[in-house]
């Protein structure tokens, strides 16, 4: 038996953006351990997190709010990431690598959001 996010489109988008974030939170100093690196971390999970969460609510107005706080969380990712690269902790050519996949995620959960409107459960 799979979860009901388990079975989503976006949920594969999700792991590889994760899996690409903590590489990349590899090449921070040693010192934004516990700054940057667990906020990046963070923010990539925490979009993960709020779509499983979300898709086990019994009303769609309850999926929906946490669609909306997934959303909330790829966009913090994008925002920390780009702080990154004005610190100088992360390079432009490093960020565009990642960044696709952040918009990818991004406009599904935006789709997501917009077909939970139209529901009722």
Do not use: W
């Not at 038996?1 to 999700?14: A, G, L, P």
């Not at 929906?64 to 004005?86: C, H, N, P, T, Y």
């Amino acid at each position: 038996m799979k979860f009901n996010y388990e079975r989503m489109d976006i949920t594969s988008d999700v792991h590889k953006l994760i899996r690409e974030v903590y590489q990349l939170s590899c090449i921070f100093p040693d010192d934004e351990k516990f700054n940057l690196v667990s906020q990046v971390k963070r923010a990539s999970t925490s979009v993960l997190l709020n779509i499983a969460e979300g898709s086990s609510r019994r009303s769609a107005a309850d999926y929906r709010r946490f669609v909306i706080m997934a959303i909330g969380s790829a966009v913090e990712l994008d925002a920390v990431l780009k702080l990154a690269i004005s610190i100088g902790y992360l390079t432009q050519d490093e960020y565009l690598r990642i960044e696709p996949m952040i918009k990818t995620v991004y406009f599904k959960l935006i789709k997501l959001r917009k077909s939970l409107e139209k529901k009722t459960f």
